[in-house]
């Protein structure tokens, strides 16, 4: 069983920035595909970011790409999610999921894949 620990979300200006951390409860960490989630209000629940903890291949979706950077830090156990440039459409609250199996590149953005999830954190961007 893993756990998974979100914090860092927030209220912010457009234009502005957060960082997102994910504390993971697993001993195997650095073999695990990492990805942040968001859903906002009425909609599903959309990929933003993957990284594979045992190579650092990231992933990215178009509409945050150039803006947003997901890291991990083994030592910690821990996977972060940089919010740059935030727009009003970012606002959602964000989820880290984990999978601590294999992981192809297209898995990264499918949530089925992530066998493990937080509870997710709010991040609100206000014009």
């Known amino acids: 069983q893993v756990q998974l620990v979100e914090s860092g979300g927030g209220l912010v200006q457009a234009g502005g920035s957060l960082r997102l951390s994910c504390a993971t409860s697993?001993?195997?960490?650095?073999?695990?595909?990492m990805g942040w989630f968001r859903q906002a209000p009425g909609t599903e629940r959309d990929f933003v970011a993957g990284?594979?903890?045992?190579?650092?291949?990231?992933y990215y979706a178009a509409s945050v790409k150039g803006r947003f950077d997901i890291s991990t830090d083994n030592a910690k156990n821990t996977v972060y999610l940089q919010l740059n440039s935030l727009k009003t459409e970012d606002t959602a609250v964000y989820y880290c999921?984990?999978?601590?199996?294999?992981?192809?590149?297209?898995?990264?953005?499918?949530?089925?894949?992530?066998?493990?999830w937080g509870q997710g954190t709010q991040v609100t961007v206000s014009a």
């Open positions: 697993g001993r195997t960490f650095g073999t695990y595909a």
């Open positions: 990284i594979s903890a045992s190579d650092s291949n990231t």
């Open positions: 999921a984990a999978r601590n199996r294999w992981a192809y590149s297209d898995y990264y953005a499918q949530a089925d894949k992530y066998p493990y």
